[in-house]
């Protein structure tokens, strides 16, 4: 017996440690999550810009070549459509005379080509551009844009132009990623070149701050540190999306400069409780306060019930770890975070487009009041 006792000792006592440790771990987590989450501070340049640098943006049709059989689904011929007319107009450019009807595009896509470019960005600049398929082709991956021009305007002049290898995102993974995947949208970072100077507003004669999400809130805290920077007449706050300036008429520095000190002064943003769901593979991104009250959702195949919805089953009630329970249901206690439910949804193996509807219905009926931005 005392050999006995001499080898359990240490292992007891080893147990006893880890117990520990794991409940010290948990009371941890338990303080952390209370913590209540402020937004940081940030430079004013991060929430504005000027009323003159609205961004500019291009637009162009081309072609993606280099595909791997997966590209529009066309012949030649009277039903060729617009991938074997561009391929043919392209060719002409090089005078070399092909007939449509012999024409194969499996290798080709017809895309149209998006990009966004500052007003103040100069000939020769470099920029990103976005490459979306418009025929019925299966995958841009692998494929190089050919060299495209970009308008400003519908029937103008071109200003820039776009060519590179397609980058496309590896974000879709795991149990949905087959069949939610798309593969018919890419970017290259910098794809874009900027060939003629755009008309460019004039930076000093900037007068107010547009801000880049209209908030009361914010727009009043910008004009209050601004003041206390450079001034007490210096901003005012003209709606939730505006703060004008007025700089002294005696000051010594020019315009610019003060533009440049003001983008710099940080301030405390009114972040609003907003849920971002990407119904293409389930991601969502929740603040940490977002709870569910009492709510009952049937979308599909699932039925999500929190609080005293799920009270009339009593084994049901007592399952407040988001464990799906039997004929298809989800039952949460009321107070629940909208990460956990969705992480059971997840488990459940909830196809991401319910659990976006799921969550709208929620905030739909009140559940929560967190706006929903779906994408």
């Known amino acids: 017996m005392k050999a006995r006792f001499t080898m359990q000792g240490p292992k007891r006592v080893q147990r006893d440690v880890l117990s520990i440790c794991s409940l010290v771990l948990s009371l941890l987590a338990v303080l952390i999550a209370a913590v209540p989450v402020h937004a940081q501070e940030v430079r004013i340049r991060d ?57 194969r595009m499996r290798n080709v896509a017809a895309v149209l080509v998006t990009a966004e470019v500052s007003p103040y960005l100069r000939a020769g600049g470099r920029f990103e551009i976005h490459v979306s398929s418009v025929g019925d082709a299966r995958s841009l991956r692998g494929g190089v844009l050919w060299m495209t021009p970009l308008l400003a305007d519908v029937g103008g002049k071109p200003v820039a132009s776009a060519q590179g290898a397609l980058l496309i995102s590896e974000s879709e993974s795991g149990t949905y990623r087959a069949a939610y995947a798309s593969e018919n949208t890419a970017r290259i970072p910098t794809g874009g070149l900027l060939e003629a100077d755009m008309a460019r507003p004039q930076f000093a004669s900037t007068s107010r701050l547009v801000l880049r999400e209209p908030d009361v809130g914010t727009a009043s805290r910008i004009a209050a540190a601004i003041n206390k920077v450079m001034g007490d007449t210096t901003a005012k706050v003209e709606d939730p999306g505006s703060v004008a ?131």
């Open 245 to 375: 300036l007025a700089f002294k008429s005696d000051e010594k520095r020019d315009r610019a400069t003060l533009l440049s000190l003001i983008r710099d002064v940080l301030v405390r943003p009114d972040i609003p409780s907003r849920l971002v769901i990407d119904a293409r593979d389930g991601t969502v991104v929740a603040g940490g306060e977002i709870t569910v009250s009492d709510a009952s959702v049937s979308h599909g195949g699932v039925t999500l019930a929190v609080g005293t919805m799920a009270a009339s089953d009593s084994a049901a009630a007592k399952d407040t770890t988001g464990n799906a329970a039997a004929r298809g249901g989800l039952r949460v206690a009321s107070g629940t975070s909208v990460s956990r439910i969705v992480s059971a949804l997840h488990a459940m193996q909830t196809p991401p487009s319910e659990i976006a509807a799921i969550l709208e219905s929620l905030r739909s009926v009140g559940a929560f009041s967190a706006e929903v931005v779906i994408r």
């Open 47 to 103: 929430l504005t810009v000027e009323d003159r640098a609205i961004p500019i943006r291009l637009m162009g049709y081309g072609l993606v070549v280099g595909l791997d059989n997966t590209g529009d689904r066309v012949m030649g011929g009277r039903q060729g459509g617009m991938t074997v007319n561009s391929v043919v107009n392209l060719l002409k450019r090089f005078d070399i005379e092909v007939p449509p009807e012999v024409m």
